[in-house]
């Protein structure tokens, strides 16, 4: 049975599960908040080379805060 990764892309075997990230995104009212996601091993490395990725706590919290 075939994995669906949030990016869109079906996972292979060696992906597993898929990679959980935390990406910064926008709520509909336009404040910013946090995605969880699963993505393919593809697009977790363009997201992190985009700099979306909210590798920690404290990221989260950064990027929440600071507006
Ligand atoms: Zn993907």
């Known amino acids: 049975m ?3 990764a949030s990016c869109g892309h079906t ?3 060696s992906e597993g599960m898929g ?3 935390a990406i910064k995104g926008q709520s509909k ?3 910013r908040c946090i995605r969880y996601i ?3 091993q593809k697009c977790a490395t363009r997201y992190r080379s985009d700099g979306q990725v909210l590798e ?3 990221d989260e919290y950064n ?3 600071h507006n």
């Open 29 to 31: 009212d336009g404040s």
């Open 11 to 13: 996972l292979s075997e």
């Open 38 to 40: 699963v993505a393919c």
């Open 63 to 65: 990027y929440i805060n």
């Open 19 to 21: 990679i959980s990230l």
């Open 2 to 4: 075939p994995i669906i």
């Open 56 to 58: 920690t706590k404290q």
